[in-house]
């Protein structure tokens, strides 16, 4: 019983970390929140210290920054903001114009700035705190809504995920937000019913 509760625990954990993977940061950061198709959604940016971590683990800042409660409210709007726009790119539908809005707000703040090492190794990137962090993910939408790769976006083929992507492969026949996650636990299900049907039909 404890054993089973220690690796209900691990699934957990490995649930709360952050997806990156291949994602474009702001579907990554579209991506905190999990399991968009089910009936139980999980919330990766459950406290404000999380929304400070994931700052970190993306790239868009050095320094973890403060997070009070109203970041964490502001971040998930702008989630949300982002999440229906992907949606609408991947439909070929106008977006919300109140989410337009938002992002364009996100954006008009100023972002962290890198900073070079000397013997030019390392970038630390500073400045700016939570509004940064969001300006550079509503940066990274409007980038992608003024390239050709608009027109790739796409919802994950898992239904549970809901996350949107870029497909930049040639052939446009990539299917899942990520190989790693999605696409393996798809593709382990179809071999398992597989596996089932073989056995039901001896
Ligand atoms: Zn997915």
């Avoid at 625990?9 to 089910?38: I, P, V």
């Avoid at 210290?49 to 970041?71: F, H, I, K, N, Y």
């Avoid at 027109?151 to 898992?158: E, H, L, P, S």
């Amino acid at each position: 019983m404890s054993d089973e509760g220690g690796r209900s625990d691990g699934r957990q954990r490995a649930k709360a970390d952050f997806r990156f993977d291949d994602a474009r940061l702001c579907f990554a950061f579209a991506g905190t929140l999990a399991d968009r198709g089910t009936d139980v959604r999980f919330e990766r940016l459950a406290r404000p210290e999380d929304l400070s971590r994931w700052a970190v683990q993306s790239g868009c800042t050095t320094v973890a920054p403060t997070c009070t409660e109203t970041d964490l409210d502001h971040a998930r709007r702008l989630r949300e903001a982002v999440q229906r726009t992907g949606q609408a790119l991947a439909a070929e539908t106008p977006p919300d114009p109140e989410d337009i809005a938002l992002i364009n707000s996100a954006a008009a703040e100023p972002t962290s700035v890198p900073a070079l090492s000397a013997d030019a190794t390392t970038v630390r990137w500073n400045g700016g705190g939570v509004a940064a962090v969001l300006s550079m993910v509503a940066r990274d939408l409007i980038a992608l809504c003024d390239s050709e790769h608009r027109t790739r976006v796409r919802i994950c083929g898992n239904p549970a995920c809901g996350t949107p992507f870029v497909d930049t492969s040639r052939a446009g026949a990539r299917r899942w937000c990520s190989m790693k996650t999605c696409g393996a636990l798809v593709k382990k299900r179809a071999y398992r019913a597989r596996i089932q049907a073989a056995d039901d039909g001896e």
